[in-house]
């Protein structure tokens, strides 16, 4: 039988993507430590604890949420959401439940387990970890855009779903603050260079 145009297509980006011999070669040579960009990424995040009001783009904004639907998840099943909560009217409704340290603009990531993979040896739903990849990508994406940015937990997500109807589907997983930083304390805090040594976390066996 013929194979389906759709899956002809699949041929054909399975080659594209296909790591050449030239290319890992120069991934071999090319990539130190410190030398690159990502690293100086991961080193100029931190967790910003108050905001000003001034507006995010909308490339910048556009990037961020690109960057969250690139994100790998277990199966490929997407189980995550983002709503972008960035009017005056949202951004009030969000207030009452949680001030997200003035941010303008906060993504509100949720997922949904029914939608999310289920491993078979334990029966452990790959839905909170799929979005805490999301998360990670817009919080890092965040940062490579120059914006500071807060991931936020400690909230009720009973709460937000009360002040936001149209996310009673989902289970609601993070929060994150987008924005510029204010001046003052707590941008970054002291715990932004407290990390235990790589003694204290890797066993290599
Ligand atoms: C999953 C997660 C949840 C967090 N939730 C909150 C929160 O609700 N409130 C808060 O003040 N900080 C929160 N943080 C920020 C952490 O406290 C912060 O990342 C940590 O103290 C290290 O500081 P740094 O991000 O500046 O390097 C959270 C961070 C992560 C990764």
Redesign the pocket.
């Known amino acids: 039988m013929s194979k389906s145009i759709l899956s002809r297509f699949g041929d054909v980006t399975k080659i594209l993507n296909r790591a050449s011999f030239a290319d890992i070669k120069e991934k071999i040579t090319k990539y130190e430590y410190g030398s690159d960009a990502f690293m100086q990424i991961l080193k100029s ?3 910003c ?1 108050s905001f000003t009001n001034y507006p995010v783009s909308d490339s910048k904004l556009g990037m961020i949420l690109e960057a969250g639907r690139l994100a790998p998840s277990a199966k490929n099943l997407q189980p995550t959401r983002i709503w972008v909560v960035k009017s005056e009217e949202a951004l009030a409704r969000l207030r009452t439940v949680h001030p997200c340290y003035g941010a303008p603009v906060v993504l509100i990531v949720g997922c949904r387990n029914e939608e999310a993979w289920v491993r078979e040896s334990d029966g452990i739903n790959s839905a909170k970890t799929d979005a ?1 990849i999301v998360l990670t990508h817009l919080m890092l994406t965040a940062t490579d855009a120059g914006l500071a940015n ?6 009720s997500p009973g709460k937000i779903r009360e002040a936001f109807p149209e996310m009673r589907e989902h289970g609601i997983y ?1 929060m994150l603050a987008i924005g510029y930083p204010a001046e003052g304390e707590g941008n ?2 002291e ?2 260079n407290m990390r235990k040594s790589i003694e204290e976390i890797v066993t290599t066996l």
């Open positions: 995040r931190y967790s604890h805490a807060m991931w936020i937990w400690d909230f993070g970054p805090t715990l932004h």
